[in-house]
């Protein structure tokens, strides 16, 4: 089986109860579940990690290097923030699709502009929980189309 890692950023922790109006009710453990479930029936093997750290997450992203061959990725508040982040993505050679739940585009301005997009195989947002199951199909055909290396 194919490994990818689906990596969680901050306050991803408290879906469900956070904002449902905005996050819907899901709880992060009820995606993840689903998301390895999908996985199977796609012939991946879908890890998934959080953290409410920076760091942490740069270290997580740099450790998927080694074993994953893909990553989907919602980076929370850090999407709009962190260089550190981009430059850990830019510099990891496999695939790494960016997520967020709600439209970002269609909330307060700041939440427009994301430092990690260019450096991203693809973005997904807007689509609630549907949104990391749209990642998983991308990412699933990226990989398949892709030429073997590993």
Not at 55 to 67: F, S
Request: one cysteine or more; proline letters at 3%; charged letters at 20%.
């Amino acid at each position: 089986m194919i490994e990818i890692l689906v990596l969680h950023g901050p306050n991803l922790n408290l879906l469900g109860w956070r904002e449902p109006e905005i996050y819907g009710k899901m709880t992060l453990t009820e995606i993840d579940q689903m998301l390895v479930e999908e996985g199977k029936k796609l012939g991946l093997d879908v890890r998934s990690r959080q953290s409410n750290s920076e760091g942490i997450l740069i270290d997580i992203l740099q450790e998927a290097a080694t074993w994953a061959a893909g990553v989907i990725f919602n980076p929370g508040g850090y999407t709009h923030t962190s260089i550190a982040l981009r430059d850990t993505i830019s510099a990891i050679a496999i695939p790494v699709i960016e997520v967020h739940l709600s439209n970002v585009y269609a909330r307060e301005e700041f939440r427009h502009h994301s430092t990690i997009s260019a450096v991203c195989a693809g973005k997904i947002v807007g689509f609630g929980w549907r949104s990391y199951w749209l990642a998983l199909q991308a990412l699933a055909g990226r990989l398949q189309d892709a030429p073997k290396t590993r």
